[in-house]
Each structure stands twice: as C-alpha cells, then as structure tokens.
C-alpha cells in the first residue's frame, strides 16, 4: 500500500545533465535535470531552475523553489546561495 | 522445487536470419519479418511446417502481428504468441520460445523480432503518480545523468565514454545488418549535436526498423531433422528479473544487469572472465563502461582504462558488442534481442567473418528495457 509521506525540499545535488533536445517538441530546450539527495532521503532527479548547468557543481547544496510558469506553478531545484539559510 | 534451464533437457539455436536495420521505409512489416525468418531457415536447413511455435518480439506494431505476416509460410495452425518487454521484448521472446523447448512442450520454435518506429505510448506513464520533473527526463537524460555521475565517481571524461561509440561503429562498419555503417573517429563522435549531458547524436542509437529470427530445436529435433550438430548452438542459461528500489551506487540498470547476468553465469556454472563475446544494451555509450563493471567483466571504474587498451576490441580478451551494439547496429526494438542471439551465434560457430572473435567459445547476449526489466542469456560453442 503505498502512502503519501512529507519530503524535506533541500539536498546535495550529486549530478546533472542540460538536455540540448527533447522528444515531441511540447518542452522548450535547454533545461536541466538534477539528481538530488534530500536530506532525510531519498534520492530525486527534478528540473533545475537555471536553463544551462555552467556554474552548477556536485555536491552543491539546493533548495526546493516554486517557480511560476503562466497560470501555474511548478517545483524546482535551485542552488543556495553562499550565506543562505538553506531552508 | 522450481527449475532452472539448467534442469530441464538442452536447446540449441539451430537457425538464425536477419532483415537489416534501417531508417524507415514503406516496405510492410510482414515482408521484413518473413525476410529474416526466411534467412532463419535456409540458414538451419529447415522447413516452416518444422516448426511448432512461435514468438514475435514487438513493441510498436500493434495487436496481432504475427499470423498475417507468417501465413504466407504455411498456415500450419501453429500456437503464435506476441511478446512485448519494451526494449527487451526479442530477448523475452527468446527466453520463451527457448523455455518452451527446454520443457519438452515443442521440439522446434521460432523467436521473431520485428518492429516499425511509431508514436510510442509508455504505460508507466499512466499509473497515476505525479512525475516531479514533468516528462522531462527522456531515456537519453536518464543516461545522461547516468554518465554525469560515473565521471565524477571515477574522474572519467567524456572522451572515455564517447570511446564505446567509436569501438561500436567500427563494428558496426564491418556488419552487413547494420543501420550505421561508418566507422567513426573519436572527434566525429564528439562533435554535435549534443542532446542531453555529454551525449553526442553518435553516443546515441538509431531506432528504425529490421527483422530479426532466431530458431531454436531440442536435441532430439537435431538428430530427427539431421540438423548440423557442428552449427548447433547451447543455449546455457536464460534470466529475466525486474528492477528492486535503491540498489547500488552504480544505478538501478547496472545493479539489475549485475543481479541478472550473475544468475544467469550461475546457471551455465561459468564465470564472467570466461567470456569471449559479449552484446550489451549499448542503447547510449555509457551504458558499454557500466554494464562491463556491472558483469564482472572489469573492476569498478576500470572499464574505461580497459577500453581504451583495446581489452574489448574484436581480438582483445572479450569482444564486446562484435556486431556494432545498439549504437551502431541499431535498436529497432522488437528485433533487438533476438539480434543479439544472431551475433553470438555467428561467432560461437566461427561464421562472423571479419567480425569474427578468435576461438570463440563462450557469448553472453544482455538487454535491459524500461520498467525496468532485464534479460540475459548465456550461450556454448557447439560440441
């Protein structure tokens, strides 16, 4: 049976990849994909909020962001800022 | 008590025919599929009536392929079966089709593989959970990822995965069935268009059509039939197993193939460092170096060192993907797998030509597909 369960919105990202080209054309390119270990667990891959990933690193710590796009809104992956609280 | 093949009485793979891979055409599917079943048995010395039951691998045709195409080889009434695994749906068909022979239900069967590209539509699409990245990780971005996270693990480059691309496609050169023909430099591999991560277009498959037939015959049908027992080839094992969550830091499809293929070299009781030709689901470059770990075939992290040595060239200690893989022979899907068994056998007989893997005595053919599920078979030198 499986169960909703509350998931902790920051982690380490551990890797990455911007997609150059997307099957049946509906999402815009580029965009990034992270791999994210929550803190708490588990392990998430989630669309990053920066188009390209120059400037990302393993190991970096990211927070969850909901990111307006027109009429609704999505959950996204930003890196924390140096001097951020991270939460 | 269950049974493995192991147990159960000996298969031999006694024809094998291909339809070559291709971009697309407006030739019909039937006239591809009885191309390659055809060439199956010309190549066993057999006629359609021998044959007692079949299984077609296919992932794109839609319902009921099999007797509209294969009537026109006799409307014999024989049991035919379609068999759909994603990529893995030709490997399924063979593990059916060998463990109905295995069994003693049917002397002689055919595993046919055959596919045209179409729309694909992807059941776990459908289950109802709310994906979090909203449809954006395509199979190339799963393996993209993939490849990010085994150069930072093992401080690999690029130009180390790329490398199985220009290994396949000199492969592949020297493959009359391949889609990609041209053996390619390692500046051609990396050069654009890039599609996800490192991924270049030539570290990624060619997904056209093709056809591929594999027949498989007891011993006692080797015998009835006065099949040449010196081109008869054991199959020694075959798994199928299904991916469990969060195992293994190399991800959930090397962990799978490392579960799956250890069962399977269990069964035939050899191990992996005995292997002489190997044809992985290379569907993108970095799949080779994982898979090859995964194995046992090297350490973790050395694949790449390993490679580039030429330990998995075509006269090196394993030949890996002789025929060209995925990335140069092509994935038309259904006909994938059985493919596979087609190459292992052509070199456990000694038939492959220039492909040919000095003294070839032990092939192990591998696939895995989304769900995720994956499909090894183990296969001897004739006796």
């Not at chain 2, 593990?95 to 045209?116: F, N, P, T």
């Not at chain 2, 490398?163 to 023909?181: D, E, F, G, H, M």
């Not at chain 2, 250890?262 to 898979?291: G, N, P």
């Not at chain 2, 992290?301 to 140069?328: K, M, N, Q």
Request: hydrophobic share 40%; with cysteine.
């Amino acid at each position: 049976m499986l169960e909703p369960q509350d998931l902790i919105g920051t982690g380490i990202l551990e890797a990455y990849a911007t997609v150059h080209l997307h099957p049946g054309g509906e999402i815009e390119t580029p965009f990034t994909i992270g791999v994210i270990a929550l803190d708490g667990g588990p392990c998430i891959r989630a669309t990053l909020t920066c188009e390209e990933d120059s400037g990302l690193r393993p190991g970096a710590r990211v927070e969850a962001r909901l990111v307006a796009l027109g009429d609704s809104e999505e959950l996204r992956f930003a890196p924390v800022n140096e001097g951020g609280n991270g939460t | 008590m269950t049974k493995t093949l192991r147990d159960l009485r000996p298969v031999y793979v006694v024809g094998i025919g291909l339809h070559p891979y291709r971009r697309a055409t407006d030739e019909s599917y039937a006239a591809l599929g009885l191309h390659a079943v055809r060439e199956a048995l010309d190549d066993a010395g057999l006629r359609f009536e021998a044959v007692q039951s079949v299984y077609t691998g296919t992932a794109q045709l839609g319902m009921a392929a099999s007797r509209p195409m294969l009537r026109y080889l006799g409307a014999t009434g024989i049991p035919m079966v379609q068999v759909e695994n994603a990529s893995a749906s030709g490997s399924t068909a063979v593990r059916q089709a060998c463990l109905e022979v295995a069994s003693g239900i049917s002397d002689v069967a055919l595993a046919l593989g055959v596919d045209k590209p179409a729309p694909i539509r992807l059941a776990p699409d459908d289950v109802g959970v709310i994906d979090l990245a909203q449809g954006r990780i395509a199979p190339f971005t799963h393996f993209a990822l993939l490849a990010n996270h085994y150069m930072l693990r093992h401080g690999a480059t690029p130009e180390d995965v790329a490398r199985v691309a220009v290994k396949n496609s000199r492969n592949a050169a020297l493959n009359p069935y391949a889609q990609r023909t041209k053996a390619r430099t390692l500046e051609e591999v990396l050069a654009p268009p890039w599609i996800a991560g490192t991924l270049t277009r030539l570290q990624c498959c060619p997904v056209g059509e093709g056809a591929a037939a594999v027949l498989l015959a007891s011993e006692e049908a080797v015998e009835r039939l006065q099949l040449m027992r010196s081109r008869a080839v054991p199959i020694l094992a075959s798994t199928l197993a299904t991916e469990r969550p969060g195992e293994g830091g190399a991800g959930d499809d090397a962990e799978l193939t490392r579960s799956t293929a250890i069962a399977a070299l269990d069964q035939a009781a050899v191990s992996a460092q005995a292997l002489d030709v190997v044809e992985f689901h290379d569907a993108f470059a970095i799949e080779e170096l994982l898979y090859t770990e995964a194995i046992g075939l090297c350490g973790e992290g050395e694949a790449a060192a390993a490679l580039y040595r030429g330990e998995f060239d075509i006269g090196g200690r394993c030949a890996v993907s002789p025929s060209g893989g995925l990335l140069g022979m092509g994935h038309p899907l259904g006909p994938t797998g059985v493919g596979q068994i087609c190459e292992i056998t052509r070199q456990l007989r000694g038939e492959a030509g220039p492909r040919q893997q000095p003294s070839a005595r032990l092939g192990l053919a591998h696939m895995v597909g989304i769900g995720s599920v994956c499909v090894v078979h183990v296969l001897g030198a004739p006796d």
